[in-house]
């Protein structure tokens, strides 16, 4: 006879619910499987801690080559890579950030119709960035570009510059040429 068998006819020879010690065995079940939920629980969070996620971001930074590169116009040599467009227009270089401000879809520079047009909603924009149709509530953004000691265009994506608050007039705003 087992000790559990034991305990239940001793249970019934005095009377007391044998199904009593079923009961406590589901009890203790439940004592130590909340207690392993909880160590595995403190140990996921451990390990958390000790290795967080990290995202490893490009650098907004990037070189763009010399200034006598860019003609007259707009280059889209960095638009894929940087969202960027290189504009030299009227005697100065700007970076101009391609992220129309309705939505920030991506506009497309229509060089025959001298604007930008973003296909999502209708937005249009000057070379220079400023909005004149659709529902774009402001200018795109410009980066700070300067010139490097090797003689190297910069442009740092990290400070933004607005036509609304006079952040074009800023001298990192733009390169003379
Ligand atoms: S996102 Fe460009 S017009 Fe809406």
Redesign the pocket.
């Known amino acids: 006879m087992t000790e559990v068998s034991k305990e239940i006819k001793y249970r019934r020879d005095v009377g007391v619910d044998p199904n009593e010690i079923s009961r406590r065995k589901v009890l203790g079940f439940i004592g130590w499987g909340t207690f392993w939920a909880t160590i595995a629980a403190t140990l996921a969070g451990t390990g958390r801690y000790m290795f967080p996620e990290v995202t490893y971001e490009e650098s907004p930074i990037f070189k763009a080559g010399s200034p006598k590169e860019y003609l007259p116009g707009v280059s889209t040599k960095y638009l894929a890579s940087q969202r960027v467009w290189i504009i030299n227009d009227g005697g100065i270089i700007y970076a101009l950030i391609a992220i ?1 401000t ?4 991506t ?1 497309d520079w229509l060089p025959n119709e001298n604007k930008f047009k ?1 296909n ?4 249009g924009y000057y070379i220079s960035g400023v909005n004149y149709e ?3 509530p402001r200018a795109m953004e410009r980066a700070k570009i300067y010139v490097d000691e090797t003689g190297e265009l910069v442009v740092d994506k990290s400070k933004k510059f607005l036509y609304e608050d006079g952040g074009w007039e800023n001298p990192e705003s733009f390169v003379k040429v």
Do not use: T, V
């Not at 309705?102 to 879809?105: F, I, K, R, S, Y």
């Open positions: 129309c309705h939505l920030g879809c506009p973003c999502c909603h209708g937005s659709g529902p774009a």
